[in-house]
């Protein structure tokens, strides 16, 4: 069946056919809420809704736009008001200062959510580096912790303006359509956006870091992070920190800078003697990640307790963003609890 025809039945209430027109563009859309909330649980339930007006709206859709621009102005609405309720998403070094005892306990998780989450790999589905001829960031560079950072500073209108321009490619006219305005603010408003976000990204995207790496020398990298953590060794780990390497553990607000104030922290805390661990290699955010397990005496298996979101400066570790917490396993395809145990 056609486009147009899987519109026609669908409008006749066939939902198998409208299940059959959304699925092409079902992970790009969630890509999109993600850019635009910094959770990926905001952004599956930004599509659910999107995918809820797209059907009671079918009827409305005259074709004057293609079908894919006007879901993109229909997810684009969702999560402009999804904004207006719910806390902006940060990561902790936009939170607040960093702590300067290693040795004490970190700062309890905070009971709002206003932290950014991590984004598999898998979800994004892009054929190209990038999403159309006029874009100005690569799909998977959009997804970076510091480029979703960078995003959820700039005023909600601001930022959807600039995903629809720069990282998807839709035209000045089309982006003005979708947010209802003239062309001319449109502009005006990537102006003010460019300005901000340009200030908060890093020189060099963790894309163009990986690829200047190659192949053989991530492997190597990704090998000794797991070793070194799996027997514990501090020295190992640090030795691969950049001097003001970062660690950040979201939900706690806690954070701390300087190779040898992480150092000091994981000797003390999780890697203190008598911890083990299992470690999980895969991909967040365009960036290497690592699935961490912790063994636990009373389930005799090691369990989730969180995904690390690497950012590399060179070969250099300058940032370990810790998601602490199992609840994001099953996103990733990694295994659970009973899936590992002592070996």
């Known amino acids: 069946m056609t486009e147009q025809d899987l519109i026609t039945a669908a409008r006749a209430g066939d939902e198998a056919a409208f299940a059959q027109l959304i699925e092409p563009y079902r992970r790009e859309l969630v890509a999109h809420c993600y850019r635009t909330l910094g959770s990926i649980q905001d952004a599956e339930d930004a599509f659910q809704e999107t995918l809820l007006r797209a059907w009671r709206g079918l009827a409305r ?63 994004l589905a892009l054929r190209d580096a990038f999403a159309g001829p006029d874009a100005r960031y690569e799909a998977r560079e959009s997804v970076e912790l510091a480029f979703i950072a960078a995003l959820q500073h700039l005023p909600p209108r601001q930022r959807a303006a600039l995903i629809l321009r720069d990282v998807l490619g839709f035209t000045g006219a089309e982006v003005a359509d979708a ?52 027997r514990g060794d501090v020295d190992a780990l640090v030795a691969r920190l950049a001097d003001d390497a970062v660690l950040a553990m979201p939900p706690e607000p806690t954070w701390f800078r300087g190779r040898d104030v992480v150092g000091t922290f994981l000797r003390a805390r999780p890697l203190q003697p008598g911890m083990r661990w299992r470690v999980v290699p ?51 395809g990694l295994p659970d609890g009973d899936a590992i145990r002592a070996g």
């Open 61 to 123: 859709f005259e074709g004057r736009s293609s079908l894919r621009s006007w879901l993109y102005t229909i997810a684009t609405n969702v999560c402009l008001r999804a904004i207006e309720r719910r806390p902006k998403r940060l990561l902790p070094i936009d939170y607040g200062p960093a702590a300067v005892d290693p040795h004490g306990p970190p700062a309890a998780p905070l009971t709002e959510s206003v932290w950014i989450e991590p984004f598999p790999d898998d979800d």
């Open 179 to 230: 947010l209802d305005t003239s062309t001319d603010a449109i502009h005006s408003a990537l102006q003010r956006a460019h300005a901000t976000i340009d200030k908060r990204l890093p020189e060099r995207s963790q894309q163009a870091t990986l690829r200047a790496l190659g192949d053989e020398r991530m492997r190597e990298i990704v090998d000794s992070f797991v070793d070194a953590w799996e």
């Open 282 to 332: 895969t991909n967040a955010n365009g960036q290497l990640a690592f699935g961490h397990y912790v063994w636990r005496d009373d389930e005799a298996a090691f369990v989730p307790e969180g995904i690390t979101v690497l950012t590399l400066d060179g070969a250099q570790i300058s940032e370990m963003t810790v998601f602490r917490g199992g609840m994001f396993f099953e996103r990733f």
